[in-house]
């Protein structure tokens, strides 16, 4: 599959769409998959690329060298807050996906110490601007799991993306609202991504939500078209391209059922296919619009989100 290169298109030119899960557990964390199984599954299910972000223990490496995968270095972090007893956020997660190789990264199973808890998102922050100085990026994980609202998360600095998909979430607690959060943290002027992942801790959590990247088959190309935002985020439906053309926006995709055309404080078109069978729509793009972002769904159900294109 090729995108074309169009005036605003959300990915660039020339590369070809590689399917990745960003946020991934083992036993070498609490996950049930060893990370043979975990990663025979996702490449049985057509993933070029992963990383396993067990808590607090960094993977470089691909632990099962059989299978042809390209691993990015990856943890998870975790930072305690008061809870919901205290009418207060629960906790701030971090995903940190790095190349492997780069010589800032700690070693193969490096374990940090726990980062600790504090009173308020901010205060997670030390922790997130160490995983930068360790030369990785980072990902806000599942808000609304975590019991972050915006009006908590949106002080923190430095993350690329954050969580709009997490199985995890949606599996076991029915929390499928995060991109309601993306939109709070969009309308407010954050230039964050993103992205769609798992979180699979039991067997079968894994490969329901991934990234589509348009990336050369290497690690550093793969996370620079990560922090570009040159990817879509699926639960099934492919997006082919995302572009502004003449003051409409346009999708082109698998064959969906609708097409949602979202930016927060402005109601724009759902277009609907009463075939379920369309595989593009546009929407002319009104004056003022901060951003301008799209979710596909497919006669199931299943959605792809868009990044979003920035207009001011
Ligand atoms: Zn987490
Ligand atoms: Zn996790």
Not at 55 to 68: A, E, K, M, T
Not at 93 to 101: A, M, R, S
Not at 234 to 260: L, M, N, R, T
Request: a negative charge.
């Amino acid at each position: 599959m090729r995108i074309q290169q169009h005036a605003f298109s959300a990915f660039s030119a020339g590369n070809p769409f590689l399917k990745g899960a960003l946020h991934v557990h083992t036993t070498r964390s609490d996950g049930r998959g060893t990370p043979e199984e975990v990663i025979r599954l996702h490449h049985a299910n057509g993933y070029r690329f992963m990383a396993l972000t067990d808590h607090n223990l960094i993977n470089q490496q691909n632990l099962c060298p059989d299978v042809p995968m390209t691993f990015l270095t990856g943890i998870e972090r975790d930072f305690s807050l008061p809870g919901r007893a205290a009418n207060k956020p629960h906790c701030v997660h971090i995903v940190g996906l790095g190349v492997p190789g780069d010589d800032r990264l700690p070693p193969q199973d490096f374990h940090p110490e726990w980062a600790g808890r504090g009173e308020s998102c901010a205060d997670a922050q030390p922790m997130i601007d160490q995983m930068h100085a360790w030369s990785l990026s980072t990902i806000y994980a599942h808000p609304e799991w975590s019991g972050t609202t915006y009006r908590d998360f949106g002080v923190l600095t430095g993350n690329f993306a954050m969580e709009v998909w997490n199985s995890g979430c949606v599996m076991d607690n029915g929390l499928d609202n995060h991109a309601a959060y993306w939109d709070e943290a969009l309308d407010d002027g954050q230039r964050l991504w993103g992205v769609a992942v798992d979180d699979g801790h039991s067997m079968d959590q894994h490969c329901h939500g991934w990234v589509m990247v348009a990336a050369q088959d290497d690690p550093a190309s793969i996370l620079a078209a990560l922090e570009k935002g040159e990817f879509y985020a699926s639960c099934g439906p492919e997006i082919h391209d995302f572009y502004i053309e003449d003051g409409v926006a346009h999708v082109d995709c698998s064959p969906a059922a609708s097409v949602q055309f979202v930016s927060l404080r402005h109601p724009l078109p759902c277009v609907r296919s009463a075939q379920k069978d369309m595989t593009h729509a546009s929407c002319k793009v009104p004056e003022g619009l901060r951003y301008i972002r799209a979710v596909v769904r497919d006669a199931g159900g299943l959605q792809a989100w868009t990044n979003p294109i920035f207009l001011r």
